[in-house]
């Protein structure tokens, strides 16, 4: 992926860099970002000079036909892991067995602690389970990652990236080795990750929202249905009004004529 695309990539975008001396030059860590566009994943690993892994739904892996095989051979390129969603916990306990393999080779695990794009630039708050567990799990390092102006480059829904220089803070070390051995403390995993999401809010400035982003988006499409379903009733009793109007005239206009 980097000799295909990330040369180019880099040369396209020209994408700005700091921090990069908190990148351990080997041994396991945690990549810990914000989520602002699908390129994230294409941008973060592309200025490092270690490979990053990081988790896709296994669909992407095992899709049949000419298509899925290309599929399948491009997330295996950029560092996705398949991660198979079936099960009691889904995608959850597969990200977290996942990213405990990869550090345990001792490299680098990428991960998205909102669990999803965020669906307007804001910064939401990290769900627990996955960094947490895999952080205390390892005892690997967590890195603080700001993605910056990447949803600009390619928004929700837009094929076609526009032309302009993303950003990327990566911010020091965090060591939660004095959490160690308290995976099943639910105010631990929430503290760590809430330690986590402060520092990514400081390296990005991005306004922070204490709901998840997956509610956010829920409630952004019900607010578009509700506001659809609202125009749809206001043409509905314009064009009721409209006809009782035009009966109203006819039926004044053959009374006239009598």
Avoid at 193 to 219: C, H, P
Wanted: net charge positive; aromatic share 8%.
């Amino acid at each position: 992926m980097k000799v295909a695309i990330g040369g180019p990539l880099k040369l396209a975008f020209r994408p700005w860099v700091e921090g990069l001396e908190n990148i351990p030059a080997e041994g396991p860590a945690i990549l810990a970002s914000n989520h602002l566009s699908f390129s994230d994943s294409f941008f973060l690993p592309v200025v490092l000079d270690r490979k990053v892994t990081f988790i896709a739904k296994a669909e992407y892996f095992t899709t049949p036909g000419v298509k899925g095989r290309l599929t399948a051979a491009f997330f295996k390129g950029v560092g996705q892991l398949p991660v198979d969603r079936s099960g009691a916990r889904g995608a959850g306990e597969a990200a977290i067995r996942s990213g405990i393999e990869v550090l345990e080779r001792g490299e680098l695990f990428g991960i998205y602690p909102e669990g999803t794009r965020s669906p307007d630039g804001r910064l939401y708050r990290g769900k627990p389970g996955g960094l947490a567990r895999v952080a205390l799990a390892t005892g690997a390092p967590v890195i603080p990652v700001a993605m910056i102006d990447t949803e600009k480059i390619q928004p929700p829904g837009k094929v076609v990236p526009k032309l302009m220089r993303p950003g990327i803070r990566i911010g020091r070390p965090l060591d939660f080795t004095r959490y160690q051995g308290m995976e099943q403390d639910r105010f631990v995993l929430r503290a760590l990750t809430d330690e986590v999401m402060y520092e990514i809010m400081k390296l990005s400035g991005q306004e922070y929202v204490d709901i998840y982003a997956t509610a956010a988006k829920r409630q952004i499409a019900e607010a578009a249905k509700a506001e659809k379903e609202a125009e749809k009733a206001a043409k509905a009793a314009l064009a009721q009004a409209t006809k009782d109007q035009a009966e109203k005239e006819k039926a004044e206009k053959e009374k006239k004529a009598q």
